[in-house]
Structures are given as C-alpha cells and as structure tokens.
Nanobody, 125 residues
C-alpha cells in the first residue's frame, strides 16, 4: 500500500500562490490515481483535483478550475498542487489521497483508499 505525506501549506495573502507536495512511501504513486481534497472548519471534505490514467489526465472542481494545477512527477514519486490566485475561501486543510483504479475519475472522498494527514492552507484577505 501507499502512504501519502503532504507538505507545502502555510499562510499567504489573497492573490498569492502556494505549491503543495504529496510524497509517498511504500508503492510508487504511478500505480494509483491521486487526488487532492480540502476541508474547511465546519464543512465536509470536498474534492479539489485529480490526476489519473495514462498520460496523467486531470480533472478539477469548478471552484478551482483555471487557478489550480495538479501534476505528478513519477521519478520523484510526488504529486503537486500548484495553487494560484488564492482566495480566502480556499482556506482549509488540504489532503492528498490515492485509489487503485487508475483509469477512473473519482470525486467522492469515500472512494479513495489511502490518505495523508493533511496540510493547512490559510489565505488572508
């Protein structure tokens, strides 16, 4: 199995950028489809982006489309989430997750098999 570990969170002003990383111990990330989710206080965990399948296809939530970019570097066994034009409503704990059906887009958190511990992103107005 794979164990994702997130890093790169922090405090940034609105309009700024952050890049989150998700490194893996255990099996290589190329064997999994990878996703980013986020959870704000008092809210449910919500889908942000996923990279999946041959050719590293991507899919985004409407709320981040055009601002966030998910990518993977199989040589480094790492998945990234580049976040630009950040807004205060992007404030949340961001989680990296993996599931085994690499060819399928999954946006429901319950369908992911492995999760990291999360990294806090705070965007000030």
């Amino acid at each position: 199995q794979v164990q994702p570990v997130e890093s790169g969170g922090g405090l940034v002003q609105a309009g700024g950028s952050l890049r989150l990383s998700c490194a893996a111990s255990g099996r290589t990330l190329s064997s999994y489809a990878m996703g980013w989710f986020r959870q704000a206080p008092g809210k449910e965990r919500e889908f942000v982006a996923t990279v999946y399948g041959a050719g590293s296809r991507t899919y985004y939530a409407d709320s981040v489309k055009g601002r966030f970019t998910i990518s993977r570097d199989d040589a480094k066994n790492t998945v990234y989430l580049q976040m630009n034009s950040l807004k205060p409503e992007d404030t949340a704990v961001y989680y990296c997750a993996a599931h085994r059906n690499t060819g399928i887009v999954r946006v429901k958190a319950s369908l992911y098999d492995y999760w990291g511990q999360g990294t806090q992103v705070t965007v000030s107005a």
